[in-house]
């Protein structure tokens, strides 16, 4: 038996916004869309993906699953990230080495420091 990581679903109240967003943020393309499905991946043909699925409420509290992202310059790709419109978001984490952003649903990941070996 074998399994193998499809993709993660986000739910939202705009699939193709939300999605369009995570595109441009990541560079990644569209595979499909309709009007209530959104789904990107770093390339056509490439496992896993992230799917936008269309939810009629808003998102109430702290998310449950979130997205870490490794960059090459933290601050740089901050700076980018909230001048597409992510927000820095308080989760509670005091002083740490990554900072946490949301989405423009309010969706939050965290932009991690430098990697160390």
Same mark, same amino acid.
């Given at each position: 038996?074998s399994l193998e990581w499809e993709q993660v679903l986000v739910h /939202? @109240? %705009?699939?193709?916004?939300?999605?369009?967003?995570?595109?441009?943020?990541? =560079?990644?393309?569209? #595979?499909?869309? /309709? @009007? %209530?499905?959104?789904e990107i991946r770093s390339d056509p043909d490439r496992l896993p =993906?992230?799917?936008? #699925?269309?939810?009629? @409420?808003?998102?109430?509290?702290?998310?449950?699953?979130?997205?870490?992202?490794?960059?090459?310059?933290q601050d740089a790709e901050v700076a980018r990230l909230v001048a597409?419109?992510?927000?820095?978001?308080?989760?509670?984490?005091?002083?740490?080495?990554?900072?946490?952003?949301?989405?423009?649903?309010?969706?939050?990941?965290?932009?991690?420091?430098?990697?160390?070996?």
């Amino acid at each position: 038996m074998s399994l193998e990581w499809e993709q993660v679903l986000v739910h /939202s @109240e %705009d699939p193709a916004a939300l999605g369009q967003w995570w595109a441009t943020a990541l =560079g990644w393309v569209v #595979v499909h869309s /309709s @009007e %209530d499905e959104f789904e990107i991946r770093s390339d056509p043909d490439r496992l896993p =993906g992230i799917d936008f #699925v269309r939810i009629t @409420e808003s998102k109430k509290a702290k998310s449950r699953l979130h997205l870490d992202f490794r960059p090459d310059d933290q601050d740089a790709e901050v700076a980018r990230l909230v001048a597409h419109g992510a927000t820095r978001f308080d989760i509670g984490q005091g002083e740490q080495p990554w900072v946490v952003l949301a989405d423009p649903e309010g969706n939050e990941f965290c932009v991690l420091g430098e990697r160390h070996d």
